[in-house]
């Protein structure tokens, strides 16, 4: 079984889509892939922030068992464990939303594997098969991660990018890494709050090829394609966040035609959600 965690609202939706959708077709194992999303609802922190919808992972569900019916999307709500971990903590309005650190309750859920988890942003798309990423040996190491872009110039060498995260459940169990991590995350207000979190709490991690994770480029070689704000220095220097599922940038901008039957399905199959979705209703 592979097991795979994404985090997220009901906007969440269509990353989740585009990102499961490259894992079932670059990947050609028969083994099962079973995929979490952990949720919530805090609404009362922003309007936005409510949990995906039921529906919207009964969809997710149908399409993977469309690649093997024994594959499986489960959602879990963790609202209520947020708010009695991380409610009113410092970080609470970190950079990104309060998603992000749902990933270090991984060791707080019933039901969660014993050995390997990977966590993956929404943003993540594979351009090969995930087993050479899934079937690295991480025996005595509590994760492994790839190299932040920006982050290992401007913070450290091997300052990790927490988009990719191979967790070793039975390895951080023993160290406690995310027991430290949500310890800094509510008494110390970092910049990158859950990744600078679960840096600092590592006892021992495995540093993988950029291949693994790469935030700015596409190489042939290229497993994970993490499409995460970046700098662009051209017409005048300036950041953008172009996701996936913003099909026309991903030709546009970044000319890449590579992801293009992911994309090509996933515009069918948002369509065909959307046209259930108002039947129903």
Not at 38 to 52: E, R
Not at 171 to 200: P, S
Not at 230 to 243: G, S
């Amino acid at each position: 079984m592979i097991n795979i965690l994404y985090c997220g609202n009901d906007k969440v939706f269509d990353g989740v889509l585009t990102s499961s959708l490259s894992v079932f077709k670059r990947t050609k194992t028969t083994e099962p892939i079973r995929i979490f999303i952990y949720t919530m609802d805090v609404s009362y922190l922003k309007p936005a922030y409510t949990k995906i919808e039921d529906e919207q992972v009964e969809f997710l569900d149908r399409i993977a068992k469309q690649y093997n019916p024994q594959n499986q999307v489960i959602s879990i709500d963790v609202t209520e464990l947020y708010k009695k971990e991380f409610g009113g903590c410092p970080n609470e309005s970190a950079y990104c939303s309060p998603y992000t650190l749902l990933r270090l309750f991984a060791d707080m859920i019933d039901g969660m594997p014993e050995d390997k988890l990977l966590y993956l942003d929404a943003d993540i798309m594979f351009n090969r098969d995930i087993t050479l990423l899934y079937n690295q040996n991480i025996e005595g190491y509590e994760y492994a991660a790839a190299r932040d872009h920006y982050g290992k110039f401007l913070k450290a060498p091997n300052y990790i990018n927490a988009g990719v995260l191979l967790f070793n459940m039975e390895e951080i169990r023993k160290t406690g890494l995310l027991v430290k991590a949500r310890k800094l995350i509510k008494t110390k207000k970092m910049l990158f709050a859950d990744q600078d979190a679960v840096y600092r709490s590592t006892t021992k991690k495995l540093m993988l090829p950029q291949k693994f994770n790469d935030q700015k480029f596409l190489h042939k070689s290229t497993v994970v394609r993490h499409f995460s704000k970046r700098l662009f220095w051209l017409p005048y220097p300036h950041t953008d966040n172009i996701k996936q599922w913003h099909v026309t940038k991903v030709h546009k901008i970044f000319g890449y035609d590579q992801f293009d039957d992911i994309l090509y399905e996933y515009i069918y199959l948002k369509k065909l959600y959307e046209s259930l979705k108002e039947n129903n209703n």
